[in-house]
């Protein structure tokens, strides 16, 4: 795999930026979803750099995020926060919406938590839990190709896009510390409308347990770069029949409804 030189010639003068600011980067960065970085502890924050100072990284549309990264100091590992990300939806290209997985990986970050805001689609599900994402259901089939030299003439390649043992290790960590979650499906879809009646009814029958327009592209692209890669949905309205469907500002009061199991799960997954 070789990421294109154009997509190098991006994104690089980025993770430059984050190393000279910051001295020593962190091994772990976390993708916050909609909502889900102002479920931190500011008092936990060492550092704010406004995403206009790193070039390269495109301008935010969705209202709710403020486009920073944040040094945070959670329990006993200090992460890298991206608060606010790039959607399909907004007419983004491939390598904008996992723009933010590329200047990780060249900051020399080797471990990413991307996480989401979704409608659960599993009737256990209520709104304000957290699912880990134990594996996914791609129907965004946005190919990556514009950024990696991936294609082989032999076939398909194959990656290993859940990483098991750092799933393992944070499901591991967070029953040991008594964070309550769920663990389930996630399907990925283009939006930016929520689904139908029959489009919920096809989703459950698959077995999805949750629908969102994110996080998949970015769970590949880190996979590919060879990335420990998890991920997390905070349940925000319930898809069991008909949508619930929630506003963008619904979304982020489920956040804050849920801001402390939040922190917590970021925290100790971290
Ligand atoms: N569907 C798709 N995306 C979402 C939803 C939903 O119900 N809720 C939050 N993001």
Redesign the pocket.
Known sequence: MQIFQRILDKYAPAAKSLIEILGSIPGTAVIAGSGIADTLDSNKILLKIPYNKLSGIPELSVQGHNGEVLLYAAESNTALVFSGRFHYYEGRTYDEICSLVIISYLAGIRKIIISN???GLNPLFVPGEIMLIEDYIDFMFLDSSSVFDTISPVGNISYNFINKSYFGSIRNSLIKQGVQFRQGTYAA?T?PN??TRAEIKMLRRLKADA???STVPEMKTAAILGMETAAFSLI??S?KEV?QS?SHKE?IEVAEKSALLVRRFIETAV
Do not use: F, L, R
């Open positions: 805001a979704a409608g879809v939006g929520y689904e629908v969102g327009m925000t309205n898809a949508i929630v979304v």
